[in-house]
């Protein structure tokens, strides 16, 4: 088999011919940026090929002498030596903290799903003699009635460890679905249980730390991103590869995870051993790999994934690296398509709870709608893909300092960064801005089609794309542009969101009209211009003090869990409650998909204020 | 007991767009042709109105005719070659309109100039009374360099130019505005599309009242379902008051014939299914009453027999106007 040695790295692996280059570094595990997840589309995963003959259409089209994009350059007959030119091998590892309001010095409050109690204990004597542990449990009964499991590790020396705190002892003990589990008895200790809360998004990772006086959220790109921008080509890929494909997804967002902890951890100077939880939030998929769980029954009818309801479990049977005898929860979820983020997003906006029908839209992973209020729970997923989040388009990122957040015109276009950093790329808020203010300005049609000779249109390789910032500006060195494929991508995303929501309404006998707000959620970028979100058609057209931003949610009912196992019940109860409605089997999804692949809609009576301020 | 009216009213109504232009009207026509005005469902007559009978257009081109299927070929052999000829013949055959096809502009077919083109559009206006149809070939490089030119030759004449499409539709548009014509509008079965190009059209300044839609064309026996129930379900809209569904139906069938098998296979192959001079032009002239039926008011044949058969059918068929019924 042919070897593929890998440069500067100087890593090496075995490849059969008619591999990509692409998978053979991620067999490798050598990052290279495949921003279209390998579709030869963005062209940032070109490579120099330095030794050996390749196979495949790698080359030309307009890239530079030498240059082939990994991802159409195939391993022949012959041994390769692949070199990595720097902007390929920048794949973003960077992690960013942020500041958020700090928590108050007794956090976390009592009810946790973590906590630690100081009991006092009577000691034994030959009248009351039951069993060490009997008499803790009859303790803690009185503190709170529970079923309560002290595990082996926790029992070995709790005889020792009662006598030595003169049985005045700490007890932390965690919510279980069945009860309490006691972690650990000891001394009263210093500190109460930290835990963090994460959101495992597809395309980004966010975590936040729960502890006292602390306000930090840490955010970095899903590695994971090197197998494809969206959680199918993730699924295809453990599907490829049987034996390593999931293993190794399951390592790279460990790793993320791992690192975002670090970097709280450093922030705020907290020691590892003093996180008990971690609170995992995040789409179906992302959860099954996070817990290695093999997703690939997940993509294929009738979709069914391995767990949706899932039992706490030791943080070393996932490999984070916390108190060894702390616990790693995960939300629930509904479907295999409707996962953890969104039962935490009704959680934490209160969907289920509300007197009137709302609707939740996640653009985080897929799109997913939730539509209800206390008396029903409805939702679906629209399959849109991450490109709000900036997922496989040429330019787009997370919502990071340098990420374009607005775009408005003044005469000529004008924008504005996260942070007023030079630019990196466009994030999801951005986009919004970016389409509706060139379909606005006409350099765009109603298509998303750019008017040939319109300023900033530029013609490359037989293709037009909008230059939003020059080269010279941009952070990078490259030119930060949308491309057409970029806009149909962008459209197709609105459209099926639009969609996908107008048919689940449908079936419930509603309109968009009926609903009380218009829940935004999602975690690509701050600034939600709405008019220019219904100008593309992504919202409906109604007044805009019923559409509100609600932001990362997932990550808020994570946080909203953690501090209170109550809501621990509450997420298991909205998962259970809440109906799914698929899609892909519905008559009428197509039919409405296709008429809202337009901008802002091809019914335009649905759109009245758009159209009147077109005229 | 009286009979109740079952008979339902329509909120819409389709448009009526006029080709061609008289003397008086700034063109040199001797006679215009208006379709459109129903206000219900085709043949539903004691519905609506239907001002209007379905109208007629016979192709004509200055590519040769080699791939015509015999039984169209064999009536324009003498006048292939000859456009002059040839639109003077579409009107003695009873042709309401003539349908001028550029596929001679594609390189495949002789590559004749945007001047050339001009010419053959000049020519023929010269040759016949008739108002004209222009349609493009299905290559927008070679569209854009041909239509403006041939827009432009037939300005004040009102004619029916095409195709506009949603890839391509800003050149032609913006010529059919420059010289006073009408456009058609072509979106591949889907009414989404089809709207959507006319939200287009109409944004780069196009009246809806001047486009004529064109939802693609299949025969009889090769796909003529899909084309059908989309001209019915976008008559539907348009009726129900959705002004970018009410615009009238172009059918372009002649060229769609020779596809069919059972249409043109010869007798020595096929003795089953009859004579191939009397399959061929029924089942162009059955394609065509078909689209009537479904909603189409502008028929392109190339079968001069098919047209008079068709012609019959329909004068049998089509509502007569409230006064003489
Ligand atoms: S072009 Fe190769 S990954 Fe995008």
Redesign the interface.
């Known amino acids: 088999m042919p070897v593929v040695t890998f440069l500067p790295a100087g890593v090496s692996v075995e490849a059969d011919p008619g591999t990509s280059l692409l998978d053979a570094a991620r067999q490798a595990n050598v990052p290279i940026r495949n921003d279209c997840g390998g579709q030869g589309i963005c062209t940032r995963c070109q490579v120099e090929v330095k030794r050996g003959e390749v196979a495949g259409r790698g080359s030309g089209g307009g890239l530079a002498e030498g240059r082939f994009l990994a991802c159409r350059t195939l391993v022949a007959e012959s041994d390769l030596e692949v070199y990595l030119p720097e902007e390929t091998r920048e794949v973003e590892t960077e992690v960013t903290l942020r500041r958020t309001d700090p928590f108050p010095a007794d956090y976390p409050p009592p009810g946790a799903m973590v906590e630690t109690v100081e009991l006092d204990l009577p000691a034994p004597n030959l009248d009351d003699n039951v069993s060490d542990s009997e008499r803790l449990v009859r303790r803690l009964r009185k503190w709170r009635d529970a079923e309560y499991h002290i595990p082996l590790g926790v029992l070995k020396d709790l005889p020792v460890r009662l006598r030595d705190a003169q049985w005045r002892a700490d007890v932390t003990v965690s919510v279980e679905p069945w009860g309490s589990r006691i972690l650990r008895v000891g001394r009263p200790a210093r500190k109460k249980p930290y835990m963090v809360a994460v959101d495992i998004g597809t395309t980004a990772i966010k975590a936040q730390l729960l502890a006292p006086e602390a306000g930090w959220v840490a955010s970095c790109y899903n590695s994971q991103v090197m197998f494809g921008p969206d959680v199918i080509s993730r699924i295809i890929h453990c599907q490829r590869d049987e034996e390593h494909g999931c293993p190794a997804l399951k390592q790279l967002v460990v790793q993320d995870i791992e690192r975002l902890i670090a970097a709280l951890l450093d922030a705020q100077g907290v020691e590892r051993e003093d996180v008990w939880a971690l609170v995992v939030s995040g789409n179906t998929t992302m959860i099954h790999l996070f817990l290695g769980l093999y997703p690939v029954w997940i993509r294929r009818e009738p979709y069914v994934g391995c767990a949706y309801l899932l039992a706490p479990v030791r943080p070393e049977d996932v490999g984070v690296n916390i108190n060894p005898a702390g616990r790693v929860f995960c939300l629930p979820a509904v479907s295999s398509y409707v996962g953890a983020d969104i039962t935490a997003g009704v959680l934490a906006t209160g969907l289920g709870d509300r007197k009137r029908p709302s609707a939740l839209i996640d653009l985080g992973t897929n799109g997913e709608i939730a539509i209800g209020c206390e008396e029903f729970l409805v939702c679906c997923s629209a399959s849109a893909g991450p490109a709000f989040e900036g997922g496989g388009s040429a330019s787009g990122t997370r919502a990071r300092p340098g990420a374009v957040e607005s775009v408005w015109s003044e005469g000529t276009l004008r924008w504005r960064t996260v942070g007023d950093e030079p630019p990196v790329g466009i994030c999801g808020t951005g986009y919004i801005d970016l389409l509706a203010t060139l379909v606005r300005e006409r350099i765009m049609d109603k298509t998303g089609r750019f008017v040939a000779g319109a300023p900033g249109v530029v013609q490359r390789d037989d293709e037009f794309l909008y230059v939003l910032a020059p080269a010279e500006q941009a952070a990078g060195g490259r030119d930060i542009i949308l491309t057409q494929a970029d806009v149909e991508n962008l459209v197709r995303a609105k459209g099926a969101i639009y969609a996908a929501g107008s048919v689940l309404l449908e079936s419930l006998g509603m309109d968009w009209g009926d609903l009380e707000t218009i829940m935004l959620a999602g975690g690509f970028g701050d600034r939600l211009n709405k008019d220019n979100a219904v100008t593309i058609g992504l919202l409906p057209d109604v007044p805009r003090e019923r559409i509100a931003f609600v932001g990362n949610t997932s990550l808020q009912g994570a946080v909203m869990v953690a501090q209170d196992a109550a809501n621990y019940w509450k997420a298991r109860d909205i998962a259970g409650k809440m109906t799914y409605f698929e899609l892909s089997t519905h008559p009428d999804f197509m039919d409405r998909f296709v008429s809202a692949c337009f901008l802002p809609h091809t019914d335009t009576e649905k759109f009245p204020s758009v159209s009147a301020a077109q005229e | 007991m009286p009979v109740p009216d079952v008979s339902e009213r329509l909120s819409g109504a389709i448009n009526e767009v006029t080709i061609g232009a008289t003397e008086e009207q700034g063109g040199s026509r001797t006679r215009t042709v208006t379709i459109g005005g129903e206000t219900s469902f085709p043949m539903l007559s004691f519905e609506g109105r239907y001002p209007h009978p379905p109208a007629f257009a016979l192709q004509i081109t200055a590519a040769d005719v080699d791939d015509w299927h015999a039984e169209a070929k064999k009536h324009v052999a003498d006048v292939a070659g000859d456009l002059e000829k040839w639109a003077g013949k579409c009107e003695e055959w009873g042709a309401d309109l003539i349908c001028l096809d550029l596929a001679a502009a594609h390189p495949d077919s002789g590559g004749r100039s945007p001047e050339q083109c001009a010419d053959d559009v000049k020519r023929v206006l010269g040759a016949s009374g008739l108002p004209l149809v222009v349609w493009g070939t299905d290559t927008d490089e070679v569209d854009n360099n041909i239509l403006p030119k041939c827009t432009q030759a037939a300005a004040g004449e009102n004619c029916l130019f095409g195709t506009a499409k949603?890839?391509n539709y800003?050149t032609l548009a913006a010529s059919c505005l420059a010289d006073s014509h009408k456009i058609i509008a072509e979106a591949p079965s889907?009414i989404?599309?089809s709207?959507?190009l006319h939200?287009?059209l109409k944004?780069v300044g196009v009246n809806l009242q001047d486009i004529i839609m064109h939802p693609t064309t299949g025969a009889l026996g090769f796909g003529m379902v899909y084309i059908y129930t989309t001209i019915e379900r976008g008559r539907i809209a348009g009726l129900s008051g959705d002004t970018?569904m009410q615009q009238p139906v172009v059918v372009n069938i002649g060229k769609e014939i020779g596809r069919v098998k059972e249409a043109v296979s010869p007798e020595e192959e096929s003795p089953q299914w009859g004579k191939v001079q009397v399959r061929a032009p029924l089942w162009e002239a059955a394609t065509a009453v078909g689209y009537v039926e479904a909603g189409a008011e502008l028929l392109v044949l190339r079968n001069p027999e098919a047209l008079q058969q068709a012609k019959t059918a329909l004068e049998a068929l089509w509502p007569k106007p409230p006064e003489s019924a």
């Open positions: 949603e890839l800003r889907d989404n599309l709207k959507q939200i287009l944004d970018l």
